[in-house]
């Protein structure tokens, strides 16, 4: 996604639908969309239960 | 609805022979009755099922039940059964159903049938089909694509979401396992996030964890190269 390769969806022995690549295509583009979007909230939930400035300097010598 | 003899069917069938070879859709007779034996199939079915007349009838039975593809059967004669009329005359029966062709593939067609008596009581159904493989793919692939976006933006947490869309993604392939990795470390590692197995083939989820992307190279290169790859066997 964006050149940037961060998984992908795989089906495996399929039976039907062959063909159909589109389908996956197309499912890649919002499962993309969920997967930013669910690292984003966790990120913001991060960040408002802890203070970045702090820990920072807890960790540096 | 009485239109002619039983001995007369044959003769008017190769009257037709002109219809049979042009015409765009496959037609077919066969009686209203428990097997539903074939009396008559046009060159265009076989055509497009890729069969001779001797391999279709050894592959139907020469009967519309075993022409009708098993998981599809009870619907389609059930439908066809039901809605099939007795006793009007210009009524019609439709349904659609897979076949299989004599390669193996399985396509859909959409079948519009007309029951028939003749002048000695017999009934037959005249059925004209056409192919609606393609139609019923884009059909299947939109319904399942909403069924994901619809799971995507719904209030159901992430973990579900997900499995949401590994379910569409299983069914509408019916493969034997239907996977989501990510890859991460800057490309350098993968694991396997969510896995959807058929019956009876064991999860292989807790071995592709943290694994180094270097084990599947030729495949990643592939997948940084294109939208989608194939991996045949």
Redesign the interface.
Known sequence: MKG???????????????T?????????F??Y???QK?EINDRILALSLKDELTVIAMTKP | MRIMGPTDVSIKMKNIDFFNKNYPGGFFAYKADDDGEFVFVSKFLLDMLGYTIEEFKKATGNTFNGFVYPADRPNALGKINAEAPTSKDNAFNSCPYRVKKKDGNLIWLHDEGHLVTLDNGTKLHFVVVIDITDYKRVLTSQSALIACIKALSSSEGFEGQMKTVLESVFTYYEGSRCVIHSIYNGGKKMRNEYERCADGVPSISNLLQNVSTKNFGPFIDSLEKHDYIMVRQ
Do not use: R
């Not at chain 1, 159909?20 to 890649?28: A, E, K, P, V, Y």
């Open positions: 940037k390769l961060i998984g992908f969806i795989g089906v495996a022995n399929p039976t039907q639908n062959i159909s690549h589109d389908f996956l295509q197309n499912i890649g919002f499962v969309d969920a997967m669910h």
